[in-house]
């Protein structure tokens, strides 16, 4: 990330940058890796994003922690666990874990009703190993609502696709400068949360 104000986002802020008057990530995607890895950056980005969103909010209240929660760290409590460690997983990129494990991993389909559906869950609800599918399935579960809870936005998304709303002054979630986002709650098999683009000048609307 560069711009003024720049934080960690999978990596450290980029000095130099502060002229451009707004925050931006730069992420490049190498045509040696697969759509997977590609997954693994972005997941990367909502993480580190996501995580200095919720900077400050006490431990019990903080809902991004919740989220991240998987068995190996909290036995019995897993949710929807981080990029690198699904709800079963022992080591990093054990996707394909078969043990099962009590998760709430279905709460956040439904937040911020989260009212403890937990289920036995294993690596067959996110594809088996398969890198993309976990990747896809963790996107899916982002929190993506109407509303929000110590002033920070129930829709992730607004922070993870425009780093500017991240402590800059604006209202709680609101888009940043130059970005239209069309947001939509229900949510549908394979599809994200957010069909956001950057507004240009040739596109009116």
Known sequence: MAGPGAFWCNAPPLPGAEAAGRRFVIMGFS??????EMLENFGHRAEAIMERVFAGIPEERNLWRRFTRYDRIAPGQAEVGTVHFAPNSERDYDWGNPRPVWSYCDDWLHFPDLRGRGRWVDCTEW?????????????????CAPGETDVISHHGWRYIVDPNAVLSGQAPGSPGPGIRAKIFYGRRRGALCADVTRSSRSRSG
Do not use: C, K, N, T
Not at 31 to 36: A, F, K, S
Not at 127 to 143: E, M, V
């Open 127 to 143: 594809g088996g190993g398969d890198i993309r599918a976990h990747h896809r399935w963790w996107l899916r579960h982002l929190p």
């Open 31 to 36: 045509y040696e890796r697969g759509v997977g």
